[in-house]
């Protein structure tokens, strides 16, 4: 499975081990989610760049948080 982000962070906590500082549970959920898939592929793009689906991703993402 592959997994696209435009986050330089989520590609660190999910294939780095980073230190989690902020948003702990969450990124305990997601590593658990991505350790039932099997092989996880995490994949970096650039952010803002015209990427149809990056754009529609971070327009999700920011009514997301409107509603919220």
């Known amino acids: 499975m592959k997994l696209y982000t435009d986050s330089q962070w989520v590609v660190g906590v999910l294939t780095q081990n980073w230190k989690i500082k902020k948003n702990v549970e969450l990124v305990k959920e997601a590593r658990e989610l991505a350790g039932r898939v099997g092989k996880l592929d995490v994949v970096k793009v650039k952010g803002h760049a015209g990427n149809e ?16």
């Open 53 to 68: 689906f990056n754009e529609l991703a971070d327009r999700l993402a920011r009514d997301a948080i409107k509603r919220h």
